[in-house]
């Protein structure tokens, strides 16, 4: 084998050596200056959009909170309304209840003076019969004639004393 022939080392050794610095230089100055454009562009644009990401990152957390707090405000709102419209329906209710009330009133008033009128008409309409009834029992149980008048006036009388009641 041709390499392992140590008179060839020398020739070997100084090819060696110049084919290395030839294909060193071409590399340094031809290839690896694109590459490290590359590698350069590449970190920029990884960086730019880590940044990019950090910054929509940071508008997405700000939306969210411009949403949540925008999401109480309108429960709050909401919760107003509901506390006003419940406020309001309450006040026309109690005015409801105090209107019918005072209607139940005037109507018992009315119906109270319609049965006086009433009793008294129908208290009117009895007495004679009354007076003639009774004349009749204290005349059977006594066998005594009694006026008339007096007896109206006893049983006036006492329809008087029983309306106060």
Do not use: C
Not at 118 to 136: D, G, V
């Amino acid at each position: 084998m041709p390499q392992l022939d140590p008179t060839w080392f020398a020739s070997q050794l100084f090819w060696l050596a110049i084919t290395f610095a030839v294909l060193y230089t071409v590399l340094a100055r031809a290839v690896l200056p694109p590459l490290q454009n590359i590698v350069a562009r590449r970190e920029g644009t990884i960086e730019g959009d880590i940044a990019t990401a950090e910054a929509m990152k940071e508008q997405a957390e700000a939306a969210r909170q411009d949403y949540e707090r925008t999401l109480a405000e309108a429960r709050d709102r909401a919760q107003q309304l509901v506390n006003d419209a419940v406020a309001s329906q309450k006040v026309i209710a109690d005015q409801a209840g105090r209107d019918m009330d005072k209607q139940v009133a005037s109507q018992l008033e009315e119906a109270g003076s319609r049965i006086t009128t009433k009793k008294k008409e129908l208290i009117a309409a009895l007495t004679p019969a009354t007076e003639e009834l009774t004349s009749l029992i204290v005349e059977k149980l006594t066998h005594r004639n009694t006026a008339k008048d007096k007896i109206g006036s006893v049983i006036t009388q006492l329809f008087k004393a029983n309306n106060g009641r």
